[in-house]
């Protein structure tokens, strides 16, 4: 038996692929900016879940208008992707905003918090 699914290597293609294409082909520098973090396919690859973030702290306006983006060039995108991974039927994209790294650096500066001796804080 294989010891791994056909969606998940679709969706290490897909990331492979969007990546490329967000570094070469799309010349908006808020895509630019952005890295795809993971992606998730459906088992009926019908579909790709896509999350990606920004390489610096983006507040909630910034990846808003990042996710809009995305969305307006999502047409071209997919057609790009299609062109650069071998499926009979490309997935339809949909956009997410990755934020497991703030949360990450929340948790750590809660548990610094809770670390530091009495009376001192790093506020």
Known sequence: MRS??????IASLIKQAMSEIFLYEVHDPKIQAAIVSHVIVT???GLARIYVRTMLHADEEQRLELLEE???HKGFL???MAKKINL?????LE??????????????ELLAKLN????FHND
Request: aromatic fraction near 14%; hydrophobic fraction near 35%.
């Open 43 to 45: 088992p009926d690859i």
């Open 95 to 108: 956009f997410y905003f990755d934020d497991f790294q703030d949360e990450v650096a929340r948790i750590d």
């Open 78 to 80: 997919r057609a790009a």
């Open 88 to 92: 009979m039927r490309a997935p339809r």
């Open 116 to 119: 530091a001796p009495d009376g």
């Open 4 to 9: 791994y699914k056909r969606t998940d290597r």
């Open 70 to 72: 995305l969305a307006n």
